[in-house]
């Protein structure tokens, strides 16, 4: 259950005057989505060889155009992109109010299936990119919130798929100033059009002028815009685009990213590791026909810090709303997204997903935590999806027992059953494409070869790999190409106790000095401890005690704490790799020795920063990271897998490049060296 607000939710946005904002052509009758359904199809038809087609939209509107998009793609061996960039956020309450006001859907009600998958994806009325992945991949919708020059500029462009068409949409014509032209130019195809509906021939002009064909639905020779298609800019134009991409490569040279280093689609990859990462990189990359290898030391699955029984799942927010905050709120809503998709339609033999989106509530456990907690809920003006404050009375009712504090509640978290949720995870990469699971395969030494890269065990040698992912977790530092990575283990004992009395009462996940959770099969999970390099892995009684003295720290006086029966001395305990910066690690993986010859030469100049910030810097070819998921592994592994899949695939990100940056293995030597510090 997801608990709601004690007052009825305040609307953000006056609907009727929403609806007013767009022309009639907007919120069309069934005869204007047929005629848009017309060019849709001829798009498709022209591009119907393609296996991923990729297409920009400017401007949600009330979110029929996009349902027609999606409803006209039929073609099995196609993939369909869309991106769609709208400057006022909106959240799935605001969409199906605005369809509950018009009559556009009763008009058309084939879509009223999509439109309902749609809305149980619950986009959220965030700043940034959602992607939101439907019918296996087959539908992907990326959703970009806010100011759209901003959205736009701080994409890369995709040299393998970039844009091949866009739609704008009648009430953003007007909007589109000179520089968001030519941002959309960047990112597009060099032959791409666009499609308005009413278009004035100013804004016809406009989008010539930057070298895009043009053209409007309501024209009637639509029918016969074949060589529209094919349109070729001028090469004055063609050149403003070049440059315009030129500059974001050399401003970005110095974290390069899989497409840069291969211009082909990979013919085989090889994961090791068991854990949440590796098992939805395989799923990533099963939506886009690629096949894996998995290599796994253990006899199952999820063994490692995958393998506690219950994980909070809730995004990191942060009282600037920085990257770390906007990265975990758009990587939280993918994972719960992932979370729903493959627990709602399960295929035969699939791992059921043990969860209970029931909402997080933070509270503080002491003055400074207070202060901290205060300073979150006070500097922005969250989404109300995302999290909202309570009293204490409140908090009371959510918890369904008595804390007596205020905090933050996360309406939309709750928590997962990690292990499973990698398990199925994987049986969902096995029914869509070739993948083949390595277990009980302990992986002692990885080396590369002018063919690829090879990796052995005791009794084998595997490969060639064209492409190699350390997604090992605890392990991810013992090659030698990975063991300068800027990471450090922590060890973490988690308590399982009896559900019984007043404790089992407890209906929402509770995160202050710790954590705890509701019951799930007979007992709650209560913790972790947090042990940076542990010297062993044993069960530890004091941390059992830590763990309880947490849940007094945070609640104290409280009569639910006397039934947390400690005596058992059930636990389980694992080993979280984490980053200094709490952001993940994910894309190529840094040539460290390298990186320091290069420093020899390079250091503590301006010149040396130059060469820093236009140079790409040293990777080991083919090889890439996906790691460092701390104790929000559940929030940012799924995202994080699907970014750095889609960068092997050479495909556009669901990231800007300011993030990719923060998430780059390289970071934390970068860092110094892009401002001429000493390393």
């Excluded at 030129?246 to 390069?256: E, G, L, R, S």
């Excluded at 990191?316 to 993918?334: I, K, M, Y």
């Excluded at 450090?488 to 929402?508: D, E, I, M, N």
């Excluded at 300011?658 to 780059?664: E, P, Q, R, S």
Aim: glycine share 6%; net charge negative.
């Amino acid at each position: 259950m997801t608990a709601q607000p004690n007052k009825p939710c305040q609307i953000k946005r006056d609907y009727q005057q929403l609806i007013n904002l767009y022309p009639a052509t907007t919120h069309s009758d069934a005869h204007d989505l047929n005629k848009l359904s017309i060019y849709q199809q001829q798009i498709l038809e022209a591009h119907s060889q393609q296996k991923l087609l990729v297409l920009g939209q400017i401007g949600l509107g009330n979110g029929l155009e996009l349902l027609s998009w999606w409803r006209t793609q039929a073609n099995a061996n196609q993939r369909l992109l869309l991106k769609v960039f709208e400057p006022n956020p909106i959240n799935a309450y605001e969409l199906k109010s605005l369809w509950e006001q018009s009559a556009c859907l009763v008009k058309a009600p084939e879509l009223e299936p999509l439109a309902q998958s749609l809305l149980h994806a619950k986009p959220t009325a965030i700043i940034g990119c959602q992607r939101l992945i439907f019918d296996d991949g087959h539908i992907t919708i990326d959703l970009h919130f806010g100011e759209i020059q901003t959205q736009l500029s701080s994409l890369p462009h995709s040299p393998l798929h970039p844009i091949q068409h866009w739609l704008v949409l009648p009430h953003l014509q007007n909007e589109l100033n000179h520089q968001i032209h030519w941002q959309m130019a960047k990112l597009s195809d060099d032959s791409a059009t666009i499609t308005g509906i009413g278009l004035s021939e100013t804004t016809v002009n406009r989008f010539q002028a930057c070298g895009f064909g043009v053209r409007d639905i309501n024209f009637p020779d639509i029918n016969s815009s074949a060589t529209q298609m094919g349109h070729q800019p001028d090469t004055v134009l063609l050149h403003e685009r070049q440059i315009l991409r030129q500059q974001d490569a050399k401003a970005y040279a110095f974290n390069p990213i899989a497409a840069t280093l291969s211009s082909a689609m990979p013919t085989s990859i090889a994961i090791i590791g068991g854990g949440l990462a590796s098992a939805h990189l395989a799923l990533s990359l099963a939506e886009r026909g690629q096949g894996t290898q998995l290599f796994c030391k253990d006899a199952e699955l999820g063994q490692g810090a995958s393998g506690n029984r219950q994980g909070a799942i809730y995004p990191l927010l942060t009282p600037e709303n920085d990257e770390l905050s906007r990265f975990f709120q758009q990587a939280f809503l993918f994972s719960r997204r992932r979370v729903q998709s493959l627990t709602s339609a399960p295929a035969q033999n699939q791992t059921p997903i043990s969860h209970d989106f029931c909402g997080v509530l933070q509270t503080a456990h002491d003055e400074r935590s207070q202060l901290r907690l205060d300073k979150i809920i006070q500097s922005q003006d969250w989404p109300e999806e995302i999290a909202y404050q309570v009293d204490a009375q409140q908090a009371n009712r959510l918890a369904n027992i008595n804390i007596d504090k205020s905090g933050f509640f996360y309406p939309l978290g709750g928590w997962v059953c990690p292990f499973e949720y990698a398990e199925a995870a994987l049986q969902k990469a096995q029914q869509l494409t070739e993948v083949k699971l390595h277990l009980e395969t302990e992986i002692l030494e990885i080396e590369h070869q002018s063919e690829g890269w090879y990796l052995i065990s005791a009794e084998h040698r595997f490969g060639p790999f064209a492409q190699l992912v350390l997604a090992n977790g605890a392990e991810l530092t013992q090659f030698d190409a990975s063991n300068k990575l800027q990471i450090s283990p922590f060890r973490g004992q988690v308590s399982h106790v009896p559900a019984q009395f007043q404790l089992s009462k407890l209906a929402t996940v509770l995160c202050a000095n710790g954590y705890l959770t509701p019951s799930h099969q007979g007992l709650h999970c209560l913790g972790a401890s947090y042990v940076k390099e542990p010297a062993h892995l044993g069960f530890c009684p004091q941390e059992q005690q830590e763990n309880l003295a947490k849940m007094h720290e945070s609640y104290p006086n409280q009569g639910w704490l006397e039934d947390i029966d400690m005596s058992g001395n059930n636990a389980r305990v694992g080993v979280r790799m984490v980053t200094r910066d709490h952001f993940p690690m994910m894309g190529c993986a840094p040539d460290v020795t390298q990186i320091l010859k290069d420093y020899e030469q390079h250091q503590l100049t301006k010149e040396s920063r130059h060469y820093w910030q236009t140079t790409p810097a040293p990777v080991h070819e083919g090889l890439y990271i996906l790691g460092g998921l701390g104790s929000r592994g559940l929030s940012s592994g799924p995202l994080a897998a699907e970014c750095l899949a889609a960068q092997l695939c050479g495909e556009p990100i669901p990231l800007d490049k300011a993030t990719l940056c923060k998430l780059n293995p390289n970071r934390m030597w970068l860092r110094k060296l892009l401002k001429g510090k000493s390393l």
